[in-house]
């Protein structure tokens, strides 16, 4: 089974950077995707921005020239600058695959990490 572990979050002011970093480890399957999913109180969880093992990435509007996904082999990190006080929300980790022999999908979370942006 994965596991992931993230670090990085903290409190900034807003236009302030911070930098979220993501380790998966256990099994890893050579397809897959890794992301970055957001939850602000009272809102539904979100997605922030994904990128495959091949490389593609994915963002969402409101990230879009600010924020910058990548990864290196089963690490994932997301470059978040100029950030907003609307960022603000606890940024969980993401792993989806899929067994290559049976095809079963999995799908692992972090823990969470609070990114707070001041006004």
């Known amino acids: 089974q994965g596991q992931l572990v993230e670090s990085g979050g903290g409190l900034v002011h807003t236009g302030g950077s911070l930098r979220l970093s993501c380790a998966a480890s256990g099994i890893i399957f050579s397809i897959n995707t890794m992301g970055w999913y957001r939850q602000a109180p009272g809102k539904e969880r979100e997605l922030v921005a994904t990128v495959t093992s091949d490389g593609r990435t994915n963002y969402a509007d409101s990230v879009k020239g600010r924020f910058t996904i990548s990864r290196d082999k089963n690490t994932v990190y997301l470059q978040m600058n100029s950030l907003k006080p609307e960022d603000t929300a606890v940024y969980y980790c993401?792993?989806?695959?899929?067994?290559?022999?049976?095809?079963?999908?999995?799908?692992?979370w972090g823990q969470g990490t609070q990114v707070t942006v001041s006004s």
């Open positions: 993401n792993l989806d695959q899929r067994n290559t022999a049976t095809m079963i999908p999995y799908r692992y």
